[in-house]
């Protein structure tokens, strides 16, 4: 077989359950495009347009490139020209100004090789990593160690073409950064011969969607991306319900939802693997796990990057750029991990730990993720971690983890692993991007370059930190009608949740940017058990406020925990390059008059 075939062919098989025609698609968008050149072809205002095609006008962008060449437009931005007299790095995330429309410049100069060629350069044996897209060829070297996927995963389309690996993460359409990123990296194009091959492939790729089966979606649902489905939960809906309904819950997918027959339910195990262990691997059938000992948990599960559009406001993140409702909070139903690991045969865990060495619990995912959390938090009889089935007394919906997956109280969400299909006590964390890659590393905020970060080092994700947010905002007043420096009254409401189950003490809300605090009553949820809250509080307050000239009122929130850690007031020293917990102090601005 030759490289040009292997390279694309070599993608896990489930990859290849296909969608519809990326190439159709594009080659009409750059069809479409051609006829109304005007020469700069990758610049944001193309990406802008219509983020649910995104993904296909990513691809669409570049196909241009080709197709506007016989009106000599072939453009890619200024900047690749002048990288080296700016300085702006692929891997200097931070410090691109994306809200700048790049200039063209003319990228036939640029030389043309074929697959062969790029498939040598893999990044193997000391040889630079190429991959190609769109007919473009990109050297990712310098970007590989700051791949917000991981380096592991971007490596998988060494010496290859892109296009089969985005047709499944389709998270890279989502948004303009991927895009903009390469074109820091463009080194040349791929041979015309080689891009049709890439494409006839495609479309053999492409008979089969693998988000085809995707789940309905309650409207209401603030989207970021569809395939894979990220969406949250508005704002005012967050604290109508405590417990947030199911199908408002916030969605964060890494991948297409496993689909499930019902024969297939029924074949369904869960395997406890004590193997490591000196023991066998217990087989479990869903009905198996609903005979055992049901506890149930009211947890709040929150995204890592909630609120990553605040950090985006000082210095641009790599992510889903997600508002305040990347939170929800469920009643979960289910089985303790620590009977499962005791009935596949872990005896005694101190010593299991202590002398074995059996540090970690991993979880298998059907999707292919795959996380991990401590022994200890896993097994603590005041941890309840279970293994879950049910969601608000019903079976988990499908976006929810559908038969089975993991809840881990206090912890990020992405430990919670869904579509859970095996356990296993193992000495190392688990494997993979989303425990040890950078997916999950909070860098300091001076680190914007990966490459010389030692992510083994660095502790992944676990027990969350300290979050509020204000939901809803009334203005009180005697007055009909409100004038700026009139004295009003401000009742907000909102949520507010502590990791590593530490209960919420207090909550403070301000007017006037700290000077002045107005102490919330704590409402739902403020009754958890000691060092056992593993879900938010919500309260109301009564805050005095003065209108400003502008006719607003701007309101922060700030909660204090148990061990009385209290939010910061700012996300510029918890800035990090993922985006990743941010947790400053919540703010809204209140229209006071109208
Ligand atoms: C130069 C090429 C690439 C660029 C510029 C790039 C850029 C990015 C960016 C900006 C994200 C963050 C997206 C988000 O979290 O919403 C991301 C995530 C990711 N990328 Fe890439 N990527 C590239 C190539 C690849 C390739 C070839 C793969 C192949 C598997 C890949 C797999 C992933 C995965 C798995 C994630 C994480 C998705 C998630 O957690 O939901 N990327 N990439």
């Known amino acids: 077989m030759s490289t040009k075939m292997f390279k694309l062919y070599s993608l896990p098989s489930s990859s290849w359950n296909g969608a519809r025609s990326v190439v159709t698609r594009n080659a009409n968008l750059a069809a479409r495009r051609s006829s109304s050149s005007v020469g700069v072809v990758s610049t944001l205002a193309d990406w802008k347009t219509g983020s649910r095609w995104g993904y296909s006008t990513a691809a669409a962008a570049v196909a241009s490139l080709l197709t506007l060449s016989g009106a000599g437009a072939v453009v890619l931005c200024e900047q690749q020209?002048?990288?080296?007299?700016?300085?702006?790095?692929p891997s200097h995330v931070a410090t691109e100004d994306f809200g700048v429309v790049q200039t063209s410049h003319d990228i036939e100069t640029m030389p043309i090789y074929t697959s062969d060629q790029v498939a040598e350069n893999n990044g193997e044996n000391g040889t630079p990593m190429w991959m190609s897209y769109g007919g473009v060829v990109y050297d990712v070297s310098d970007f590989i160690a700051n791949h917000p996927g991981g380096a592991e995963k971007i490596s998988t389309a060494g010496g290859g073409a892109i296009e089969p690996f985005w047709y499944l993460y389709r998270q890279h359409f989502a948004s303009d950064l991927p895009m903009r990123l390469m074109e820091h990296m463009a080194v040349g194009r791929l041979a015309q011969d080689d891009q049709d091959l890439v494409d006839e492939q495609m479309v053999v790729l492409e008979e089969d969607d693998p988000y085809a089966r995707e789940p309905m979606r309650h409207h209401a649902l603030v989207v970021h991306s569809d395939t894979p489905m990220n969406a949250e939960i508005p704002s005012?809906?967050?604290?109508?319900?405590?417990?947030?309904?199911?199908?408002?819950?916030y969605i964060r997918n890494h991948h297409p939802v496993p689909y499930m027959t019902e024969k297939q339910?029924?074949?369904?195990?869960?395997?406890?693997?004590?193997?490591?262990?000196?023991?066998?691997v217990l087989s479990l059938t869903l009905d198996d796990l609903k005979k055992m000992d049901k506890i149930e948990v009211t947890a709040t599960l929150q995204c890592s990057g909630n609120r990553r559009s605040g950090f985006n406001?000082?210095?641009r993140t790599s992510g889903t750029p997600w508002g305040q409702?990347?939170?929800?909070?469920?009643?979960?139903g289910g089985v303790r991990l620590a009977d499962l690991l005791e009935l596949a045969g872990l005896k005694n865990a101190i010593e299991a730990q202590e002398k074995l060495g059996f540090e970690h619990v991993r979880?298998?995912?059907?999707?292919?993720?795959?996380?991990?959390?401590?022994?200890?938090k896993a097994l603590s009889p005041y941890g309840d971690v279970i293994v879950c089935y049910e969601m608000n007394g019903e079976p988990l919906p499908r976006d929810h983890g559908y038969p089975v997956r993991i809840i881990v109280p206090g912890y990020a969400a992405v430990r919670n692993v869904k579509w859970v299909d095996k356990i296993e006590l193992a000495k190392t964390e688990a494997e993979g991007t989303w425990q040890r890659g950078l997916n999950y590393k909070t860098l300091p905020p001076s680190v914007t370059d990966a490459k010389n970060v030692n992510l083994d080092q660095m502790p992944s994700m676990t027990e969350v930190s300290l979050f509020s947010g204000i939901t809803n905002t009334h203005v009180i007043s005697s007055k009909h009608k409100v004038k700026p420096g009139e004295k009003v009254v401000v009742k907000a409401s909102g949520w507010a949740w502590a990791g590593g189950g530490r209960n919420i003490v207090r909550v403070d809300i301000t007017s006037d940017g700290g000077k002045n605090w107005a102490t919330a009553e704590l409402k739902e949820g403020s009754d958890q058990r000691f060092g056992r809250a593993w879900a938010w509080v919500f309260w109301e307050c009564e805050v005095p406020a003065v209108v400003q000239t502008d006719g607003n009122i701007e309101l922060a929130s700030k909660a204090v925990d148990l061990a009385f850690n209290v939010q910061p007031e700012?996300?510029?020293?918890t800035w990090n390059v993922r985006g990743l917990g941010n947790n400053s102090w919540h703010r809204t601005t209140v229209k006071a008059s109208k």
């Not at 005012?236 to 819950?249: A, H, Q």
């Not at 409702?325 to 979960?332: E, F, H, L, P």
């Open 313 to 315: 406001d000082l210095k």
């Open 81 to 89: 020209a002048n990288a080296a007299a700016d300085e702006v790095t």
């Open 265 to 280: 339910v029924n074949d369904y195990r869960l395997r406890v693997d004590l193997t490591a262990y000196g023991k066998g």
């Open 363 to 376: 979880f298998h995912a059907q999707d292919e993720m795959m996380a991990s959390i401590g022994i200890e």
């Open 236 to 249: 005012p809906l967050m604290t109508k319900n405590y417990l947030t309904p199911s199908s408002l819950f």
């Open 325 to 332: 409702g990347a939170v929800s909070t469920a009643k979960w």
């Open 570 to 573: 700012s996300s510029d020293h």
